[in-house]
């Protein structure tokens, strides 16, 4: 069976330190990944997604990167955090856009 | 950009009622799908339903699909305490793109 993995599940860090969230599927392979941010009490902000390895297309203009080194790998980062890119971070996979997308715990992302 | 839109955005009603809430989209779909978000929790999926399809049931779920409205329902029947948590519609584009896209979600409280 299939399985994501996301770590941590909460992060407090300083303005302008750096951030790298990590996520790994199990159990498929060439997986559609996605990076969402979610405010409090509101919906989804896809941030990123991937259909394939080096294959990153950005939803909005950000201070955040992601990038995909392995086939089942995504990353989320920052060179220098702001006050704004508090928030909780979800990763999640798909099969292909046909098909439902299964979520990680997702990780509370606090900067100070 | 956000593609669905949930209606209400907060629903309250007694156990063993039944529960419902819609969303509209835009855009041409080739499915729609419900997620279900326990307070700080990951998203789970709990029903897909294709563009060729009107409705789908699921348990005490059924989903109703108006792709001529871009418009779809979903019915929680005889709710429980445990139902209680927020719901998102989220859509699966049609051609040329791979990334789904959630609406801003119904937080749906049961009161014993």
């Known amino acids: 069976s299939q399985t994501i993995h996301q770590w941590p599940a909460t992060l407090v860090q300083p303005v302008g330190s750096p951030l790298s969230l990590e996520c790994t599927v199990e159990?498929?392979?060439?997986?559609?990944l996605y990076w969402y941010r979610q405010a409090a009490g509101r919906g989804l902000q896809l941030l990123f997604y991937?259909?394939?390895?080096?294959?990153i297309s950005s939803e909005v203009p950000q201070n955040l990167s992601a990038s995909r080194p392995q086939d089942r790998q995504f990353i989320l980062s920052s060179k220098k955090l702001l006050l704004s890119d508090s928030g909780f971070y979800l990763c999640?996979?798909?099969?292909?856009?046909?098909?439902?997308?299964?979520f990680g715990q997702g990780t509370r992302l606090t900067v100070v | 950009s956000q593609q669905g839109e949930e209606d209400p955005q907060a629903l309250s009603i007694q156990e063993g009622e039944n529960a419902t809430m819609n969303c509209s989209y835009k855009?041409?779909?080739?499915?729609l799908q419900w997620y279900r978000q326990n307070s700080g929790r990951g998203l789970v999926h709990l029903i897909l339903?294709?563009?060729?399809?009107r409705e789908k049931h699921s348990g005490r779920l059924r989903v109703t699909l108006d792709t001529s409205k871009k418009s779809s329902s979903l019915l929680i029947t005889a709710s429980r305490a445990a139902d209680t948590a927020s719901y998102f519609c989220?859509?699966?584009?049609?051609?040329?793109?791979?990334?789904?896209?959630f609406g801003q979600g119904t937080r749906l409280t049961i009161n014993p």
């Open positions: 339903i294709r563009s060729n399809e």
């Open positions: 989220a859509t699966g584009p049609g051609e040329g793109a791979q990334k789904l896209v």
């Open positions: 999640a996979w798909s099969k292909d856009r046909t098909s439902p997308a299964f």
């Open positions: 991937s259909v394939g390895i080096g294959q």
């Open positions: 159990g498929t392979s060439n997986p559609n």
């Open positions: 855009t041409s779909i080739n499915n």
